[in-house]
């Protein structure tokens, strides 16, 4: 099948999925379970390691009939009923900041799965109130421009260290 790509500007939500599967699962195993592959741009794992799947501009099939505009993240597990390591929320924060600072400043937000397709329960309880909570600290694109008059992302983060695997 070929790659279908889709320009940076047009790119403006980042959407959160979670694996389901065991936190260990490594990207080749994630292939081998599901139908498609890659589904996401980005693994988050919960030691803090940051996978790069696929390039920003190619378009992935993670969301029915919302995949062109999104990015699509994936942490690492399943968060149904239970907490993320530290380290795997940092990683996710500092990943956020780095595509909307330094790849891609259009990006709006970040949203869950399950917000855009209310069929899925993904990702897990835990993640959705973290969501909420991050956008309240955050903001979106269009209150940051309001109150700085430019885009302003008041998120510090470092550089994440991203370990790439060829698709």
Same mark, same amino acid.
């Given at each position: ?23 260990? =699962?490594?990207? /080749?195993? *994630?292939?081998?379970? +599901?139908?498609?592959?890659?589904? !996401? ?6 030691? @803090? ?13 993670h969301v029915t009939d919302h995949n062109v505009g ?12 239970? =907490?993320?390591? /530290?380290? *795997?929320?940092?990683? +996710?924060?500092?990943?956020?900041? !780095? ?6 400043? @259009? ?61």
């Amino acid at each position: 099948m070929a790659h279908v790509w889709q320009s940076f500007r047009r790119i403006r939500w980042i959407v959160l999925h979670e694996t389901g599967g065991s936190p260990h =699962e490594s990207p /080749s195993d *994630l292939a081998a379970r +599901l139908a498609e592959w890659p589904l !996401y741009h980005w693994l988050i794992y919960p030691d @803090g390691r940051i996978v790069k799947c696929a390039p920003p501009s190619r378009l992935l099939y993670h969301v029915t009939d919302h995949n062109v505009g999104t990015l699509s993240f994936a942490v690492v597990g399943n968060y149904k009923s239970r =907490e993320p390591t /530290s380290a *795997l929320v940092t990683a +996710l924060e500092d990943l956020i900041g !780095y595509v909307r600072a330094s790849l891609i400043p @259009g990006i709006e937000s970040i949203i869950g799965h399950g917000e855009i397709d209310r069929t899925v329960d993904c990702p897990g309880k835990w993640w959705r109130a973290w969501l909420r909570e991050y956008r309240a600290r955050v903001g979106t694109s269009e209150a940051r421009q309001k109150r700085a008059g430019m885009a302003v992302y008041p998120v510090t983060y470092r550089d994440p260290t991203v370990v790439k695997v060829e698709s």
